[in-house]
């Protein structure tokens, strides 16, 4: 299915009018426990457990688990005598590749992007992320960047397949509300976006694609100020 066919199957099925410029389905890291004072209320900070349909496709599978660990191995020996047997040209793209991984790693845990969200619990981020799983038990969200600002759509509670089927929209952040940020703009191939909000604070999302289409229209939408998220 083109690009433009599955936002069509997306805005049909969710009933979303404005235009949708892009979708990936994503998700976060684990949530901290709140400081006492927060929980005012008991919130979900897990997802549901794997349903019982999952359950009995991970047993089935275990069995396979060495067999494909097994392969990996192979893939990571034969990778190793490839490079061995490597141009000039071609060890030095693979060492310009290892460095830029490094500086990457480097960057995040320098402005603090290996957490989930920035640590003010009080702020938009930590608001909304104090409610990510009251939305929805499912351990995924279906985020979409639309002309009007973001949706989130998941089904209400976990399941094991089938998710577009049963999905529906669970949280919306209109444009003044907050911005979808490449925090490397661009500079990095990674799976990380940030969810800026209008106060400063961010929460980290994992995209299933490197380099998703959400990324291309966070490069295509740079902050009106033009600052970095982190800023």
Avoid at 3 to 27: H, M, N, P, S, Y
Avoid at 179 to 188: A, C, K, N, Q
Wanted: some cysteine; overall charge neutral; proline content about 6%.
């Amino acid at each position: 299915m083109t690009r433009r066919g599955k936002q069509r199957l997306f805005t049909d099925r969710l009933g979303i009018q404005a235009e949708v410029e892009a979708a990936e389905w994503c998700w976060i890291d684990k949530i901290p426990q709140p400081p006492a004072d927060v929980l005012t209320a008991t919130p979900r900070l897990r997802p549901a457990r794997m349903r019982p349909l999952g359950m009995v496709g991970a047993v089935l599978g275990a069995p396979f688990i060495p067999v494909i660990a097994f392969f990996e191995l192979l893939a990571k020996m034969e990778a190793a005598v490839m490079r061995s047997l490597d141009t000039k040209e071609e060890k030095e793209r693979w060492q310009a590749k290892k460095d830029d991984e490094k500086r990457r790693d480097a960057t995040i845990a320098q402005q603090g992007l290996d957490k989930v969200f920035d640590g003010n619990w009080g702020a938009d981020a930590g608001q909304f992320l104090l409610r990510w799983y009251s939305h929805s038990t499912h351990h995924q969200r279906l985020l979409l960047a639309t002309e009007d600002g973001i949706v989130l759509a998941a089904p209400p509670q976990r399941v094991s397949v089938g998710r577009e089927k049963h999905m529906q929209i669970v949280a919306r952040l209109s444009a003044t509300e907050a911005t979808l940020v490449d925090p490397f703009s661009g500079e990095f191939e990674t799976r990380m976006l940030l969810i800026r909000f209008r106060d400063g604070s961010w929460l980290r999302v994992e995209t299933e694609e490197l380099r998703s289409e959400l990324h291309m229209y966070a490069l295509r939408h740079p902050l009106a100020d033009g600052s970095r998220p982190d800023s």
